[in-house]
């Protein structure tokens, strides 16, 4: 199974994404073991990788308690096992495929750029070091800094050109990133934003914008002038700063690079299981439709709800704060951001989603209740039980694949799983004499 997936990432990157005031990163504050616990042929996981992804699961249980046994044991279980899968992967070359390298990339500029990220904690690191805890917000010093970048780089924008590329998107919605690279899609070509970069100015054409807004990490559907602009400025300004951070040497920290290593195995593995392990994997329809009638509560649709926007320079980190009341709903998306239309359906309660780019603001959405319901039909959800049959083969075919490689690498397990609430008998892993 993937470790890490994109929709995974996405959610990750959405919820909780601001720092309080005063706070700074973890992982820019504290030292973080990045000596390998286990190595399986040439490859290494290291303490850092397996705490980050134990911390997320355990804060990923609902009752915000801590995991049965039983389900620590499998999901330790299951991440260890895969490691043998991953180090197989690599050894079939598969981590040098393009695919992997693209998405790879497309992460790690998303992450250098992002307000959270390591360049900007450094930034604000090293411009309010001086100044006592409380006195300062991420968010403000990020807006700021970005506005003078802008005005240094002598940022320049076409509305005119904008309308047309807002229009392409109000008709079409995220069809158009496709739509628009046919030749017969009129008025792309003209110069839609320009900027200075060390000296030498870039112009983006319509179509260029387009493109670069759909290779975008975590993209948005820019349907009005104001949201074309945020998009622009977005990518002028991610530009320059990744640019920065490559100088800086931030692309270079063990703590990056160890959190890039972490994603990149995480899409080889998932590459090298629908190569290898899900054509095996085959789901009968009858076993779909026993499924469905058996689980007819957990395909209760949410279809419209009520919710609060909060700009992001108000939020602060709190889910109690006033803002704007909204109902949204397919038909009723959040302003620029229809294509997470789920996502805002599907979150729990209370819980803020953001940063988000809507009506030219950034903004967090907090869901307060679900409006309406459906029970999905059959037909809504084949697809999804499918993959969630297909998901359950494919641990066991993870787990028997794994048993049956393991014998072919060399293994170091220094692991103290005491410190998992577990032990190395419990878990029953492959390397098991």
């Avoid at 750029?113 to 309010?128: C, D, E, M, Q, V």
């Avoid at 805890?133 to 005005?151: I, S, V």
């Avoid at 509560?297 to 700009?311: A, C, H, L, S, T």
Wanted: hydrophobic share 40%; net charge neutral.
């Amino acid at each position: 199974m993937r470790l890490f997936t994109l929709y995974c990432a996405f959610c990750l990157c959405l919820v909780g994404g601001l720092l309080p005031r005063g706070a700074f990163a973890a992982d820019q504050v504290a030292e973080k073991n990045l000596e390998p616990i286990l190595i399986v042929g040439d490859h290494k996981l290291s303490a850092y990788l397996l705490d980050k992804y134990y911390h997320r699961f355990l804060s990923e249980q609902r009752d915000g308690g801590p995991p049965s046994p039983q389900a620590n044991v499998t999901w330790l279980k299951q991440f260890l096992t895969n490691q043998v899968l991953i180090a197989e992967a690599k050894r079939q070359k598969i981590g040098l495929r393009p695919e992997i390298d693209s998405l790879v990339r497309r992460m790690e500029r998303y992450m250098l750029t992002k307000p959270t990220g390591p360049y900007y904690n450094k930034l604000f690191i090293s411009a309010y070091s001086a100044q006592p805890n409380g006195q300062a917000d991420l968010w403000d010093f990020y807006n700021e800094h970005r506005m003078k970048g802008l005005k240094k780089a002598r940022f320049v924008f076409n509305s005119k050109a904008a309308e047309k590329v807002a229009e392409g998107f109000w008709r079409f919605g995220d069809d158009y990133f496709e739509r628009s690279k046919g030749d017969d899609v009129p008025d792309l070509g003209a110069v839609l934003f320009s900027y200075f970069r060390d000296g030498r100015r870039l112009e983006i054409s319509a179509r260029e914008f387009i493109s670069q807004a759909a290779s975008e990490f975590i993209r948005t559907t820019p349907n009005n002038v104001n949201a074309v602009r945020s998009v622009a400025e977005k990518l002028a300004m991610d530009d320059i700063d990744f640019i920065d951070a490559v100088r800086l040497g931030i692309a270079n920290e063990a703590h990056f690079l160890e959190d890039k290593r972490g994603f990149a195995d995480a899409q080889i593995l998932e590459l090298y299981e629908r190569i290898e392990l899900e054509p095996m994997c085959v789901v009968g329809e009858n076993a779909i439709h026993a499924f469905y009638n058996a689980h007819l509560d957990q395909y209760v649709r949410n279809i419209k709800v009520k919710g609060r926007i909060i700009e992001a320079t108000h939020f602060a980190g709190s889910n109690t704060v006033e803002g704007e009341t909204i109902l949204v709903s397919e038909v009723e998306p959040l302003d620029g951001q229809a294509r997470i239309t789920p996502v805002l359906l599907n979150s729990r309660i209370g819980t803020p989603i953001g940063p988000l780019k809507s009506g030219g603001r950034e903004v967090y959405f907090v869901k307060d209740a679900n409006v309406e319901t459906v029970i999905a039909t059959f037909a809504e959800v084949e697809s999804e039980i499918r993959a969630r049959l297909i998901k359950e083969e494919l641990i066991c075919a993870e787990s028997k694949m794994a048993r049956k490689l393991a014998g072919n690498f060399k293994i170091e397990d220094r692991i103290e799983y005491a410190k998992y609430s577990t032990t190395f008998e419990a878990l029953e892993l492959p390397w098991r004499k």
